[in-house]
């Protein structure tokens, strides 16, 4: 994992989108990378650990380039709020993946202590950098509030849409849980904690029950107050995806349940 001034100079414009063919070559001579080959885009939301700024590839093949930092989209090394970026801790890298693919790099990154980070799909060129890093910055915001996640855009589409659209994210939000969210914050996390716990058990309110340490009835009841608070059943799949956009929202919000 490399990392330098001559790096982000060549990087940026490839990161900021939009990048002539002949800023390509010259990026892809001076990087020593091929113009076409399988790439992802990691941007995490701090600083990137010494440890990962090493010379020569990974033990899987895969090579990085850390050399931009974000801000806002389009802010990338050498442009004006660059240097405050990196201050901010949010940092960009480009790696030419391994046959193990961006799972590798996402597990490397964990390994490594990064976090929270998220990470492109892969793209197959340099050309198509600027829309990997677009990408890599919406999976970055699917993140949890303080979490140390790093995450691949593939495995939170639905989360990703929510966070793309924030109007919409929080007008979801105020619909389907409006009433859920004017409880106490004990009694709202109650609620918020079962529900959770009966879905990351396939709907079993038995294992729920077992998970949160009470009677089944009590998971019982509680689902069935929250049906009511939220005007919504679990066992209607339109209104449970509802529930679920929702939950999402919320556990992406700073707000604690």
Do not use: K
Not at 6 to 31: D, E, I, K, M, S
Not at 36 to 47: D, E, H, M, Q
Not at 190 to 201: F, G, N
């Amino acid at each position: 994992m490399r990392r330098g001034t001559r790096y982000g100079a060549l990087l940026g414009p490839l990161l900021a989108g939009g990048a002539t063919p002949a800023l390509v070559t010259r990026a892809a001579r001076g990087l020593g990378l091929p113009e076409r080959g399988r790439y992802a885009v990691v941007v995490l939301g701090t600083p990137v650990p010494d440890a990962a700024v090493v010379e020569g590839p990974d033990a899987d093949g895969s090579r990085w380039w850390w050399g931009a930092a974000e801000g806002s989209p389009g802010e990338v090394e050498g442009s004006p709020g660059a240097a405050e970026a990196r201050e901010g801790g949010r940092e960009v890298a480009v790696v030419l993946l391994g046959p193990a693919g961006p799972a590798r790099a996402a597990a490397r990154l964990r390994e490594l202590g990064a976090g929270p980070g998220g990470v492109s799909p892969v793209v197959g060129s340099l050309a198509q950098l600027g829309a990997a890093r677009r990408l890599a910055g919406t999976a970055l915001l699917t993140c949890e509030p303080g979490s140390r996640e790093i995450v691949r855009l593939d495995e939170r589409l639905p989360a990703a849409l929510l966070v793309s659209r924030p109007e919409l994210s929080t007008r979801l939000l105020a619909e389907v849980f409006g009433p859920l969210l004017t409880l106490v914050p004990a009694e709202r996390s109650l609620l918020v904690e079962t529900l959770e716990a009966w879905l990351e058990c396939g709907g079993s309110v038995g294992r729920a029950a077992a998970r949160l340490g009470c009677h089944r009835n009590t998971v019982f009841n509680r689902l069935r107050r929250l049906e009511r608070l939220t005007a919504r059943s679990l066992s209607r799949p339109r209104e449970l995806v509802d529930l679920v956009l929702a939950l999402d929202v919320l556990r992406l919000s700073s707000a604690p349940p």
